[in-house]
């Protein structure tokens, strides 16, 4: 899984889950910012998002599951 891939995991499933389209998701989500594996070694990747505080709350959500199905992506 590359950073790309796993933004728009996020940007598809809150579209689909929540509703709103992938512009929105994609504002809100922000970049998918990685660590480095020697200071992250359980989850190297993050999200900071922004928008309304439902909005915020949506990608926090999709961001706990997602870490636990997809806790080391790459770069790219």
Do not use: Q
């Not at 796993?6 to 512009?23: H, K, Q």
């Amino acid at each position: 899984m590359t950073a790309s891939n796993l933004l728009d995991l996020f940007i598809t499933t809150l579209a689909r889950n929540v509703g709103g389209d992938r512009r929105r998701w994609r504002a809100a989500v922000g970049d998918v910012r990685i660590y480095s594996m020697a200071t992250h070694p359980h989850c190297n990747w993050s999200v900071t998002p922004s928008g309304s505080i439902a909005e915020m709350a949506a990608v926090e959500r999709l961001a706990d599951d997602l870490r636990g199905r997809h806790p080391i992506v790459e770069r790219g």
